[in-house]
């Protein structure tokens, strides 16, 4: 696989060990680097090919010596046909509208971030987020990047109550998405499983090949949900390639 990653404009560093987050008794190690502000978003395209996240100006991959778990993985726009369970999930939230803002936090998104950590993930690293970091997380960065917010629509029709947002950044060949929250208390509607389909349309509309999901680990149950999307690719030595059943 040939990656053409301006490396001497980048320093590589190591991650002290940790506990491993999706993996009970296993322990993780991330190689990262800050991304250039001069030439960041040509650089996280080359570097989210290769296998990295970005969070805020950090661009990240695991590199844990006794485990290979986390794969990196992508939707092949073109050939993604949606499944039944999945259209039943677009039509339950046909009624929400959808809204690309810039990469500017709010109030509005803050406190629904936050009601999401605290049912979903209590206990967890982002848990003890503060409106600070928050900003941070949404505005220190210089790649494309933007916000996409999912609203009821009021009586009136106008903008209703906020129920979810994607934090994605556009790349090269595709919408890489950096982190989604939404309304907990909205579990019929599958609105993060809806985040995700919708970027398929979205990408689909505006003729990107890919969708990019992050990491998935198998075996781990904060990560199954990421198995229910077929076609996936996902990047191995040799490079990106299907996932087989």
Not at 111 to 121: P, V
Not at 133 to 152: G, K, N, Q, S
Not at 169 to 185: A, I, Q, R, T
Request: net charge neutral; charged share 25%; glycine share 6%.
């Amino acid at each position: 696989m040939t990656q053409h990653i301006p490396t001497r404009q980048l320093r590589f560093f190591m991650t002290a060990v940790a506990p491993c987050p999706y993996l009970p008794g296993m322990t993780e190690r991330k190689v990262f680097a800050n991304l250039p502000f001069s030439d960041g978003a040509h650089v996280n395209d080359e570097l989210t090919h290769a296998g990295f996240r970005r969070s805020q100006n950090i661009a990240y991959r695991p590199a844990c010596e006794n485990c290979d778990a986390c794969v990196s993985v992508r939707l092949p726009v073109p050939e993604f046909a949606f499944s039944r369970s999945q259209r039943k999930t677009l039509s339950r939230n046909a009624d929400l509208s959808r809204a690309l803002v810039e990469a500017e936090a709010t109030i509005e998104q803050f406190d629904l971030l936050k009601r999401y950590l605290a049912h979903r993930h209590p206990g967890g690293g982002m848990t003890d987020m503060t409106w600070a970091d928050y900003v941070a997380m949404v505005e220190d960065t210089a790649v494309r990047t933007h916000l996409i917010e999912y609203r009821t629509v009021s009586p009136d029709g106008g903008p209703g109550d906020l129920v979810a947002v994607t934090l994605a950044d556009l790349l090269s060949d595709g919408l890489s998405m950096v982190y989604s929250f939404f309304d907990p208390e909205l579990e019929r509607r599958s609105l993060g499983v809806f985040a995700i389909l919708d970027h398929v349309r979205q990408a689909r509309a505006v003729n990107l090949p890919f969708v990019y999901l992050g990491y998935w680990v198998q075996g781990s149950t904060k990560m199954d949900y990421k198995a229910n999307f077929r076609p996936m690719e996902v990047l191995r030595h040799q490079g990106w390639m299907r996932l087989e059943d």
